[in-house]
């Protein structure tokens, strides 16, 4: 009943921009955080960028100063803004969010399908 909805990865050169998208829907109480994660080839998944429904934003280093973060919690919508794109940037991006389905219960994680976004010449 819970679905994140990812969209906005394609192929991209060096340098170029892009802008991930991705809506939670279904039957969600709260999302206490929202986020992106990529996973590349032979490589675990890592944290690119998470923001929390106060704002609060966290950047993996290697991203910092290039990708953005943002929120619009009236539509359940969480971006990625990438700038500055490098062909180390490639990979498979998941959206990630951890929400309460029913009030009184733990939160738990739900991921999207995954969008694929690469960087080359």
């Known amino acids: 009943q819970v679905q994140l909805v990812e969209s906005g990865g394609g192929l991209v050169q060096p340098g170029g921009s892009l802008r991930l998208s991705c809506a939670a829907s279904?039957?969600?109480?709260?999302?206490?955080?929202m986020g992106w994660y990529r996973q590349a080839p032979g490589k675990q998944r890592e944290l690119v960028a998470a923001?929390?429904?106060?704002?609060?934003?966290n950047y993996a280093d290697s991203v910092k100063g290039r990708f953005t973060i943002s929120r619009d919690n009236a539509k359940n919508t969480v971006y990625l803004q990438m700038n500055s794109l490098k062909p180390e940037d490639t990979a498979v991006y998941y959206c990630?969010?951890?929400?309460?389905?029913?009030?009184?219960?733990?939160?738990?994680?739900?991921w999207g399908q995954g969008t694929q976004v690469t960087v080359s010449s």
């Open positions: 923001i929390t429904s106060g704002g609060s934003t």
């Open positions: 990630n969010a951890n929400m309460w389905v029913v009030a009184g219960r733990s939160p738990v994680d739900y």
């Open positions: 279904g039957s969600i109480f709260s999302i206490n955080a």
